[in-house]
């Protein structure tokens, strides 16, 4: 049940979605989208996080989550919290963001409502959560991660998309580890009997 995409039961399977302020294109660079990877491969290792879906988009990122030890909003808080000093603090110290005032611009702007926030802020608030409760709703949520690139004219292929789990799906192999749902799966999505 939705209350407000809030995570109501944090022992649940939960589709997310986690978007940048402003809609930024932040991961439209690769640097970026690999600290996301390497954060997420850190929470799978350290905080026992399950990632069984995931997409990196050039403003958001769609994954499917479960913390089996009862904790999801503290790692779903702890990784925008990781990913975002990691993010700001590259585009601040580097020379080589060609984006960087304007970035900069806009980070500073949103977080002068965020009385969390002092300098930047790149996530919005809140994760959009989503419990999972059937499986036909888990492999339309499965499918909606793997055909977002697709949809946006990416890739022809959901699996050609490096940035995406549908590769573990199709052929055993991605850039990260997933646990794959056993479910009746298809890219053109579930049609009940």
């Known amino acids: 049940m939705n209350r407000g995409y809030k995570i109501e039961n944090q022992n649940s399977l939960h589709f997310l979605t986690m978007t940048t302020v402003g809609w930024i294109d932040i991961f439209s660079r690769k640097c970026y989208r690999d600290m996301l990877i390497d954060s997420m491969k850190y929470c799978q290792k350290e905080k026992g996080l399950y990632i069984f879906a995931y997409v990196i988009m050039t403003n958001h990122i769609h994954c499917i989550w479960l913390t089996p030890n009862g904790n999801l909003s ?5 990784f925008k919290k990781y990913t975002s000093a990691m993010i700001i603090k590259k585009i601040i110290d580097e020379n080589g963001e ?5 970035l900069k611009i806009v980070m500073d702007y949103h977080a002068k409502f965020n009385h969390n926030n002092s300098n930047y802020q790149l996530w ?3 994760n959009h959560a989503i419990e999972l409760e059937s499986p036909q709703f888990i492999n339309q949520k499965l499918n909606y991660i793997h ?3 697709v949809r ?4 022809n292929e959901p699996e050609h998309y490096i ?3 549908a590769s573990n799906y199709t052929s055993g192999k991605g850039i990260i580890e997933v646990n794959i749902l056993d479910l009746p799966l298809s890219f053109e999505g579930y049609i009940p009997n």
């Not at 060609?98 to 304007?102: G, L, Q, V």
């Not at 946006?152 to 890739?155: R, W």
């Open 74 to 78: 503290n790692v779903v808080r702890d």
């Open 163 to 165: 940035y995406s789990s």
């Open 98 to 102: 060609s984006r960087s005032d304007w």
């Open 152 to 155: 946006a004219a990416f890739v």
């Open 147 to 149: 055909l977002n690139p």
């Open 124 to 126: 919005q608030n809140g």
